[in-house]
């Protein structure tokens, strides 16, 4: 067993790259109700040595829900980023999962504003988490959230 000289505090944020900030923040903000908390625009050695990424300008929004933010960057550079169609099944895929209190109204709002859920709402029947009802749903970008309804 390994001895660290450090330990976890606390989860800050969940950060997604997106292809078009204004559309994705309207969806965070207008159809799941998350706040705006800020936003800011990095570029230049900041956004190069942070991220790893040579020549990196950044447009981001970070917006608030309870005990979470999530934190939407949109990359202008550099010229030759790349986008991918991952799967929930491909290596590197990530999710975030939110828990509603009502799912069929979280899929109706969804659908109204043009996303789509991915798969069908099941009920868990086993585990930790028996009796929630559960779907992935993707946005424009392929990017996937899940939702969970607990059990009433």
Known sequence: MSVRS??????????????????????????LGFELSHRTHQAGDLASEITGVPGAEISLAVLKA?????????????????RLNLR?????????????DNLDAVLNAIVASGWRA?????????GPNAGRRV???????????????PPS
């Open 66 to 82: 309870p005990g979470h933010r999530i934190e939407l960057l949109e990359y202008h550079a550099p010229p030759d980023r790349k």
């Open 135 to 149: 779907v992935y749903v993707r946005d424009p970008d392929g990017i996937t959230i899940e939702f969970m309804q």
């Open 88 to 100: 929930p099944c491909d290596v590197g895929s990530v999710h975030v999962a939110l828990v509603v």
């Open 118 to 126: 991915a798969g069908k709402p099941q009920t868990l029947k086993t």
């Open 6 to 31: 450090f330990r976890i505090i606390a989860a800050d944020h969940t950060g997604i790259t997106v292809s078009d900030l204004e559309r994705s923040l309207a969806f965070w903000r207008d159809v």
